[in-house]
């Protein structure tokens, strides 16, 4: 079992920069990835960004690619995920998701096997 917790969500305006984390905990060593991911009211869960956890390589949607930057502490288990020049319509929950087996479907849901519970992030305008 992996167990995943978020934190750093907020309220901030257009223009503002935040920063989100996911310490993973259990057995982390089995995790292959690890990635954002983000859902809106009314709307489907949405890729953001996902880091492969042995090689350190990043892969973005195009959303948010040049705004958001993933990285990870490898000693603290933690995966960051960067957020500069927010725009009203990155309003979401943020998911950290962690996949323990090997897959390169990076921005498929289905693909992860653990979830957290999310943290909002409310951009106004």
């Known amino acids: 079992q992996v167990q995943l917790v978020e934190s750093g969500g907020g309220l901030v305006q257009a223009g503002d920069s935040l920063r989100l984390s996911c310490a993973a905990s259990?057995?982390?060593?089995?995790?292959?990835?690890m990635g954002w991911f983000r859902q809106a009211p009314g709307k489907e869960r949405e890729f953001a960004a996902a880091?492969?956890?042995?090689?350190?390589?990043?892969y973005y949607a195009d959303s948010v690619k040049g705004r958001f930057t993933i990285s990870r502490d490898n000693a603290k288990n933690t995966v960051y995920l960067q957020m500069n020049s927010l725009k009203p319509e990155d309003t979401a929950v943020y998911i950290c998701?962690?996949?323990?087996?090997?897959?390169?479907?990076?921005?498929?849901?289905?693909?992860?096997?653990?979830w957290g519970q999310g943290t909002q992030v409310t951009v106004s305008s």
């Open positions: 880091l492969n956890w042995s090689g350190g390589s990043t």
């Open positions: 259990g057995r982390t060593f089995s995790m292959s990835a």
């Open positions: 998701a962690a996949m323990t087996y090997y897959s390169r479907r990076y921005a498929t849901p289905s693909e992860y096997n653990y």
